[in-house]
């Protein structure tokens, strides 16, 4: 469903599992940071809401979207976090440039979460403009973050239910 017809933030709460005995890892890309800082703290104050612990809360920093696919295979496998959210953000430009790091950095993500042995959620701003981005991070769209942690814990129980 394209964002303009859903806002990022709404969902039931009621069918969000409670993550107090769970450890989520973050990893977010300073590139962007207005955006992916945003996206950040509506992913952090969402798992809080929902029961996981802060200091259950690991964050780690990269410096663009494309190194989030390392960043995140590394959390996933260095550390003993149930998910890992990967946010970031793309403002297209002149140049090609947009295309192969937005690219990239999905393919490289779905590998992974193909892969690995946590989920990995995909937190990718892809935005043609700065607007479009600041409407996915807490503005008039809602904040991508909140669905990424929502995505996050319900596909914990998933893999524990499965």
């Not at 590394?74 to 890992?84: E, G, I, K, P, S």
């Not at 996915?136 to 893999?159: F, H, P, S, W």
Request: charged share 15%; glycine share 10%; with cysteine.
């Amino acid at each position: 469903m394209a964002s303009a017809l859903h806002n990022l933030s709404s969902y039931d709460p009621s069918t969000v599992p409670d993550g107090s005995e769970w450890k989520i890892g973050i990893v977010v890309s300073e590139w962007n940071e207005d955006v992916t800082g945003a996206l950040l703290q509506g992913a952090y104050d969402t798992l809080l809401k929902h029961g996981v612990q802060a200091r259950n809360i690991i964050v780690k920093t990269v410096p663009g979207s494309f190194e989030l696919v390392y960043g995140s295979a590394w959390m996933a496998r260095q550390t003993d976090v149930d998910a890992v959210i990967a946010i970031g953000c793309v403002i297209r430009g002149d140049t090609p440039h947009f295309d192969y790091i937005c690219q990239g950095t999905t393919q490289g993500l779905a590998e992974l979460n193909r892969k690995a042995i946590v989920p990995v959620i995909y937190g990718l701003l892809t935005c043609n403009t700065l607007q479009q981005a600041l409407d996915r991070c807490g503005g008039a769209l809602g904040n991508k973050g909140d669905e990424c942690a929502v995505t996050a814990l319900k596909m914990i129980q998933y893999g524990r239910n499965s």
